[in-house]
């Protein structure tokens, strides 16, 4: 359970709040705004606020004085031609911002997309809670002996056990004693008075990596796409991918419009190189195209029999 | 008068409507959402939308889980604290968009801030409008001798005439060529049937450059007020100042207590040099300091002097 | 023929001078370092600096201790690969520097790339040249019919002459004008003593779209192949493309196999959406597929078939 | 010792190859290029490339066609000029790499700055070593009671044997667990072959904030600046300063001009709010201004105090 009940009544008391506004509202976003969607064992995704709509979109790219809509079905086609053509400034009109808490290895993940904004709970100034990430049984995977990056089968058994038991010893542990050094009560009070306790900038490092940690993060709607596209992915992580998938739902309450042309024509879409693009011209031609003749390499040989086969 | 009959109206439609929303308002700002704040003699500045207010600056900074917000004497203290220490992130967390119409000589100086969203009117897609610059008698200053990067007197008599007649007689030439090379009527269709037209991306480079163009601007709150510092600055030429100055009285309007702060600490704020310190903590203890003993070089000791008397 | 005698001497002398580094080098590079790379009637591009080379991107992806290199081939596959699956990383590591002479229409579009440095030569401080584009008789492209966006047929005859009579004189006008408001001369002395002389900022706005200006401008390889893929595409307007092209030779010398690689998987690749992709594998399975059972829209089922027809 | 045999050995063998350039050349950096300088107990900054010089500032503000430069006496003005100034494009112009091996937490502070190219050693990927960071005794600090974001004393005696019995007895078990989970050995073999290991990605999950990651790093120089103005200052936490700080004499060493005017208007300056200027202009006029009738807060004014009194 991600939230403590004062957190909820908070949550609770501003969703209670409502006031008339000009600017474009997307109602089905409104219905779930600043309400915690539940992600792994302790971690949430809200929606704190946004700017624009689908219709946002159509006003910035036609630079218009009103509200800049035609009909619905010109509108689609627009946005749908705006993103199969990569235009990316149209979409840069909107923004959302969200607050997530999230393990510190997702948040390091995550974190590498630098056209957002965030403001991350401070462990210098502020001390962390006693949450940290532990994978359901499931998701307990092998490394992947195909591919360095990657998981294999799931670990099952005494070697199942052993991890589970090793990962929340040694989290119970280092928060244990990250308590310990700081010798202070959560009343901010010394724990014991014979001591001065650490300084918080360096009893955190006693943390590990699977410690909840959580951020306000803020992102136009372009860059948003482009962060679902990377991390809405079967190649992503686990980990942060359900957070992607958390916040693709988000996109389609908030951009329905937008978010179906992105499926269509980003996260669904595949790239074919040149030498790839004329294997597949053969192949329309009824040659008999293989790995020998087609100019590639085995590795994307073998991709691109995966897509045409559809096992991606 | 920048704006049309029809334009006119698009905007009054836009601000007859309004819907309930959970997000943060600013009243004041709603209050001249979408109006055309005139700016030099056919430009304007209109806010489009906007993300967050004050609160939300304070909710950023905190990490809430609700308004996050105390006292208002609490949170006035909050943002001052953060703005006089350089805190950019939490100032982040807050969004803005315009719909400017600016001289193109103006948006090629304005574009220079990059960490802003645009979508500008395209000249390669559409035919721009019989729309151009001419600076105000006032305002038609001869070049500053002492600073080559500035403006000197304002230019009297027979000059200032001869400069205004060039300017509109060039522009209105200018204009009148690029329609008929263009050879469309308003209605997209050819005026002279036996001619082509000139294809739009290549008219366009007959207009000089105190033609009107138009865009949509989006930017966060610690960059505009980046680029307010910048541009309401006494260095910013005239014509690109205007439009700071309209939009610092935005900035008022939408997050009052974040304003507060930011005239007191960036805007009217000055930065002395260490060299400049230590003159001042000199002088502070009686001693004269002349150029010569103070270590700083001609330019920054007559800019000092400056400060010091209240010049600026 | 874009430059002064001056201005070549002081290329050659800087050319003339060389320096032994412990930094890597890349040879083909070094060959054409400061020269003017001649584009348009009075344009140039200039390498002016630049930052690692192919086995800087290795050493990147590696985190290396040394040059992280291995075998030419495996480099090579590195790169394939990186390239393949769009990571951006180990590219940002490298980076190139330009001075660019360009008309201004040219460089408003070219700005929009908000990823790399610019420092542009300001007409504020300085005074400008008397130096405009005038297109190419085989350049002078009506508007097209089918694009909104684009050329059709070469003007010819009567229209043509025109054309380039209005663009010659309008530009001679602009300039006499600009010069006789500024009332200097090239040595900064008046002209005229009865007179002030406008303000250089002031007096640049009669000056039309097609006059040059010059900046520096600097990239990452990542950001820099970005610009190349949408600005050497047939897409893009002919005045930019050639400056495009002219750059992307520039890359084959700088990065051979990022160069290659980069041709092969995103300059000539193409990007299918999810229902063209299911088009084609229903083609490849023999089903012969339209427009109507394609699931496509009229426009992007032409692109495709203009695509697997081979016409681009 | 931050650096393994094979290690030194592949960086001298990167030293020992030069190979002539007609870039700029800074020799003071040539001379220390590749080396590890030592940072922590276990960490380093490496300098691994750089684009431009001092004489690189000067030509991109100048846009000019040869060095650009002058006499060292105006290259030397014109930098402290555009320093005072806040020019920033520059700066922009010049470019440094690093290879930085550092603590995780120390890691996560330095990636909010957005500006730079990160490229990570991936522990999705890779297996980290056993190296944490355990404070020097002297660095042992208690929390501040002053400052919640701040050090207080030197912890001594049993607090602080307990402190690095704590450090070191967990992060060794940390690493010892995060072995047994993958079931590798260095060279990739399964170490107990009735296991399968568990996945890398989750396997680090184990580890503490103290272990030690590293990335290569590149940065333009106004950034670099802005970057060490944060974190080579008093308040920045000192283990991030320590970086920041060899940092700061690479800067010495690449561009000694710039370098003096960023100590002197950027480093070692101070900004005096709308309110802290009226107050020294009062009390150079003999007033004797107080807290009370300042109209500073009780923060702001004693920082002032201790500006003026040399205290920092």
């Given at each position: 359970m991600p939230l403590s009940q004062d957190q909820q009544a908070e949550i609770d008391r501003q969703r209670a709040e409502s006031a008339p506004t000009r600017r474009p509202v997307a109602p089905a976003l409104e219905e779930v705004l600043y309400q915690a969607i539940p992600v792994l064992d302790h971690g949430f995704v809200r929606v704190i606020d946004y700017m624009g709509d689908d219709t946002a979109v159509v006003q910035a790219a036609r630079v218009?004085?009103?509200?800049?809509?035609?009909k619905v079905s010109e509108d689609k086609g627009l946005i749908h031609y705006l993103m199969r053509h990569r235009h990316s400034t149209p979409f840069e009109m909107c923004e959302i911002k969200f607050h997530v808490k999230l393990p510190i290895f997702v948040a390091r993940q995550w974190?590498?997309?630098?056209?957002a904004n965030v403001n991350e709970y401070s462990a210098r100034y502020s001390i962390l809670d006693r949450e940290f990430y532990i994978p359901a049984p499931e998701q307990l995977a092998a490394q992947s002996v195909a591919n360095r990056q990657g998981r294999g089968d799931v670990l099952t058994g005494p070697e199942a056990e052993r991890v589970l038991d090793i990962l929340k010893r040694d989290s119970t542990t280092a928060y244990d004693h990250y308590a310990e050094m700081l010798n202070e009560s959560e009343s901010g009070e010394m724990v014991d008075a014979e001591k001065q306790g650490l300084a918080r900038e360096l009893a955190r490092m006693n943390l590990s990596l699977n410690f909840y940690t959580q951020w306000y993060w803020k992102i136009d709607l372009h860059n948003f796409m482009h962060f679902l596209s990377l991390r809405a992915d079967?190649?992503?992580q686990y980990e942060i991918r359900v957070y992607a998938d958390a916040m693709l739902d988000v996109l389609r309450k908030w951009v329905p419009l937008t978010a179906e042309a992105f499926e269509q024509h980003r996260l669904h879409a595949i790239t074919l190189s040149k030498n790839a693009l004329d294997a597949i011209k053969r192949m329309l031609k009824g040659e008999a195209v293989t790995l020998e003749t087609s100019g590639l390499g085995k590795r994307e040989w073998s991709e691109l029999q995966a897509v045409l086969n559809g096992e991606r």
């Open positions: 218009s004085y009103g509200k800049g809509t035609k974190i590498r997309h630098r056209t079967p190649h992503a």
